[in-house]
């Protein structure tokens, strides 16, 4: 145990030294001796035989095998970091990522009638961009996430699928028929693509079997499914969308559907957290509130189907 210890107290000298790439900075910040850290780092390269540093006067440079050691160090004190911080402040502080369209569509409201409702944790919500969505729990400051994902996040991972993403074209009632639309039309129209890859047209062209009747290689490309039923709002072309997240912009005729066929893209929004959380009740306060409010989402979708009869 006294090894490991002081193993302990070298590596995080070496870290902090690889940080500031020297030793007399290291000391500082640690509140000892240059030659203590220089001690730690030569304690090092003995115990894994092989150099830290290139050591070129004052200015050191880290070797190959130095570089990856800080790199995993940086991470590792991190997560001790975050841990010891938990015992002094924000035990029930539910730290929240979320994708921005998810979080004006649909989250804020959800979370706003969790805080009146008068929840024992604090939600704060970080509404983010992602081009695909992801989270590291273990180095970014997010107790949990809202994901859209087929649902394989890693054996380390707590998962609970909230709903469906369901994808439609629509546009403005002006700028299409309601009726009678054929597929090749699609064709001689402005294309409107919520991703710059263009991956939502694509998969809903797959699923209905027309991915060789359009063509994708025109349009405007935005960055949020957000920008492209604002687009659409405004007459600009026909995108293609979740419905459920669309669902106000359909429901107060702002936006129709010119083609009613609506598919699964088999992926969903899901509620992600660590299995090793020490917030683990915060988590399942949230978990179930969440659920609690997805039937309401889920009956919109069921008065579409109803609508699209």
Not at 65 to 73: F, P, S, V
Request: glycine residues 6%; charged residues 25%; hydrophobic residues 45%.
């Amino acid at each position: 145990m006294s090894e490991r210890i002081t193993a302990l107290y070298a590596l995080r000298a070496f870290e902090i030294a690889a940080r500031h790439g020297s030793f007399s900075k290291a000391a500082q910040e640690l509140s000892v001796t240059q030659s203590a850290v220089s001690h730690h780092v030569k304690n090092l390269e003995s115990l894994f035989d092989c150099e830290l540093f290139e050591r070129h006067g004052p200015r050191l440079r880290l070797t190959e095998q130095g570089r990856l050691l800080a790199n995993e160090l940086k991470a590792g004190f991190k997560i001790i970091e975050n841990a010891c911080a938990l015992l002094k402040s924000g035990r029930d502080i539910v730290r929240l990522k979320a994708p921005s369209t998810l979080t004006i569509r649909w989250l804020l409201r959800v979370l706003d009638r969790f805080r009146k409702a008068g929840q024992h944790s604090e939600v704060q919500l970080s509404s983010v961009w992602m081009d695909i969505d992801s989270v590291d729990l273990y180095a970014e400051p997010y107790d949990c996430a809202i994901l859209l994902g087929a649902g394989h996040f890693g054996a380390d991972i707590e998962s609970c699928k909230l709903f469906d993403e369901w994808l439609v074209p629509v546009c403005r009632p002006d700028y299409l028929p309601a009726e009678g639309v054929e597929l090749a039309q699609l064709n001689s129209v402005e294309l409107l693509h919520p991703s710059a890859d263009r991956r939502d047209w694509r998969r809903w062209l797959s699923r209905v079997g027309a991915q060789d009747l359009v063509s994708l290689e025109r349009g405007q490309l935005f960055d949020t499914l957000d920008q492209g039923i604002s687009a659409a709002t405004q007459g600009l072309g026909v995108s293609v969308v979740d419905l459920l997240l669309a669902a106000q912009e359909v429901a107060d005729g702002r936006l129709h559907l010119p083609l009613r066929q609506v598919v699964a893209t088999g992926d969903a929004y899901y509620l992600v957290w660590l299995k090793t959380s020490p917030k683990a009740r915060q988590m399942r306060e949230l978990r179930d509130y969440l659920l609690g409010e997805v039937p309401v989402i889920a009956q919109e979708f069921e008065d579409f189907l109803q609508y699209l009869n």
